[in-house]
């Protein structure tokens, strides 16, 4: 059994800065992918950035630039760092990990950007 437990989200204003965390525990041998979507009311969820356990990231086009996705393997860690946020940016961000063939979710966590 796997956890995800995301942490980080909260409000700030526009041009403002927050950082998510997300730490995977259980029965984990090896962790593949990691990566941050999103999901704004009435919109389906997306892919803002992913990374692969050597590193290689992925951003969506609309946070390039001011979003940086990093990982620490020895703590089976992900996290989003988002600057330059923007009141588009709203939405609850969903950590996902992939573990061998088989991919989890967190629970969520809410990021509101007023204008």
């Known amino acids: 059994q796997v956890r995800l437990v995301e942490s980080g989200g909260g409000l700030v204003q526009a041009g403002g800065s927050l950082r998510l965390s997300c730490a995977a525990s259980g029965s984990i041998f090896s962790i593949n992918a990691m990566g941050w979507y999103r999901q704004a009311p009435g919109k389906q969820r997306e892919l803002v950035a992913a990374i692969t356990r050597r590193g290689t990231t992925n951003y969506a086009d609309s946070v390039k630039g001011r979003f940086t996705i990093s990982r620490d393997n020895a703590k089976n860690t992900v996290y989003l760092q988002m600057n330059s946020l923007k009141p588009e940016d709203t939405a609850v961000y969903f950590c996902?990990?992939?573990?061998?063939?088989?991919?989890?979710w967190g629970q969520g966590t809410q990021v509101t950007v007023s204008s």
């Open positions: 996902n990990v992939e573990i061998t063939t088989s991919n989890y």
